[in-house]
């Protein structure tokens, strides 16, 4: 690695270090997010609503494809930055070529398995018969895009591993600008609403990998995609999955519940449907944020970890809890003030504007604290104790979550569908935090006895 890198992980002031790693992620976040709205916007302005709650039930798709590459990308930045504060540069390589092949190969079969069940899949989703055929456009060219979505999403990620956070950053700019540019020209310009919005996000994602392949090319440290280390290790992929297995199976579980959720809105028609998804998309804002907070961080903490540097690990994770307790207030604080203008730039119908807002006020009641689930999942996979994230991960989105909204639809209709999600998120706050205090705990008592057993050979 290079002076400045090692220097990032080690030495660096501990608030410096952070905005080090976390400002370009949570930029890359931000970017990401105007990615995705520019979709939402852009369709927004053709006026129809079906395409607008197209995009909503075609969602849970897109996080399958995405669930995938944290699956690969959480476990692989977590291995990697483990192995390069050991020094150990073989096994970092070989992590990052299984990284890049994992997803490459699930690329290609998710996005076959996506359009050979293309129908029943919908079914499932919930599609009305007024959404059904934009929803099957987005999805299947969505489908179609999968291993490129799966490789820039997942090289982005990996690259932080190794402290190359600025290019990134630059890679996911280029796939977002691109996006940006071709969405007014295909949905407005060319007419062709969702199916622009699918062919713009596939295209920027070519750029994004183009990107990626130069940087693996000309200066990467590990990072690779050389077949003969891939061949050497391979059940190390195992490994990989297992601590990517929280982070995946969370926005897997995301994916569930929003399809049970489009399911019972659909009830209360397509209007409801796109308020629904408009109000989620301004929570969005802020969950992403939180969550780019504590995965821009998370190479650190598995660093200093991996280098039994405990100290500086214990400064690294109050400075975290600081930043999302202050970063969630503030952000839940604004999105209340300006809900009316921000909705507005996603709905043109007043009645449906009205009826996103009731919901965005809603969802500001957890929105503040999620940064705690966050860093309690992120610092669990950090330090690889990949069954304990599971279990948060787990209950947020799964266990908590699915079955509060049908319990809560049923008592306070389509209100309550919202409220599940705001009960399940305190609930997962709550777990996670326990859970990080366990573990943190466990770190110190045995970083304790390594030095009283050190000093006793000494």
């Known amino acids: 690695m290079k002076k400045e890198q090692v220097e990032l992980f080690e030495s660096d002031n501990q608030w410096m270090a952070i905005f080090k790693m976390v400002g370009p992620a949570l930029i890359a976040i931000l970017v990401m997010l105007i990615y995705n709205m520019a979709d939402m916007v852009f369709v927004g302005q053709t006026g129809e609503t079906a395409q607008v709650a197209a995009i909503s039930v075609v969602s849970p798709v897109f996080n399958i494809i995405m669930s995938v590459a944290m699956l690969i990308s959480g476990g692989g930045t977590v291995l990697i930055s483990k192995d390069l504060g050991a020094k150990d540069m073989e096994h970092a390589k070989i992590v990052s070529s299984l990284c890049i092949w994992a997803a490459s190969i699930l690329g290609i079969l998710v996005g076959g398995l996506i359009i050979l069940f293309r129908h029943p899949l919908l079914l499932l989703l919930g599609a009305t018969p007024d959404i059904e055929k934009y929803a099957l456009q987005y999805m299947v060219i ?38 940006i540019i071709l969405d007014p020209i295909f949905i407005l310009g060319m007419n062709m609403g969702v199916v622009g919005a699918a062919v713009a996000t596939v295209i920027g994602n070519i750029f994004a990998v183009v ?3 130069f940087y693996m090319k000309r200066r990467a440290v590990v990072l690779n995609a050389k077949i003969q280390y891939a061949i050497k290790r391979p059940i190390y992929i195992f490994s990989v999955m297992a601590l990517g297995v929280p982070n995946s199976l969370s926005t897997l579980l995301s994916g569930l519940a929003n399809s049970f959720a489009n399911q019972l809105l659909a009830k209360y028609g397509s209007d409801s449907i796109a308020a629904n998804t408009a109000a989620g998309r301004v929570n969005l804002i802020i969950v992403m944020v939180l969550m780019g907070i504590c995965m821009g961080a998370q190479p650190l903490i598995a660093y200093n970890y991996g280098a039994g540097n405990y100290i500086r690990l214990a400064a690294v994770i109050k400075r975290l809890l600081i930043l999302n307790l202050l970063g969630g207030a503030v952000m839940s604080g604004a999105v209340i003030i300006l809900r009316t203008e921000i909705i507005g730039l996603f709905l043109k119908d007043e009645a449906v504007a009205a009826t996103a807002e009731s919901i965005l006020s809603i969802l500001m009641i957890s929105s503040p604290f999620l940064g705690l689930f966050y860093l309690g999942t992120n610092f669990l996979q950090a330090t690889g104790k990949a069954m304990e994230a599971t279990i948060v991960s787990t209950m947020q989105k799964g266990i908590l979550l699915i079955p509060s909204l049908f319990i809560f639809e049923y008592i306070y209709k389509f209100m309550g569908i919202r409220l599940a999600y705001v009960v399940a998120d305190f609930g ?31």
């Open 142 to 179: 969505l489908a179609m895009g999968a291993p490129l979505l799966l490789l820039a999403n997942m090289l982005g990620q990996v690259l932080r591993a190794e402290g190359a956070v600025t290019d990134g950053l630059i890679g996911n700019l280029i796939g977002t600008v691109i996006n």
């Open 428 to 458: 997962s706050v709550i777990i996670a935090v326990i859970l990080l205090i366990i573990e943190w705990k466990k770190t110190v008592e045995a970083n304790q006895k390594r030095r009283v057993d050190y000093e006793y050979c000494a």
């Open 211 to 213: 990107y990626y392949g």
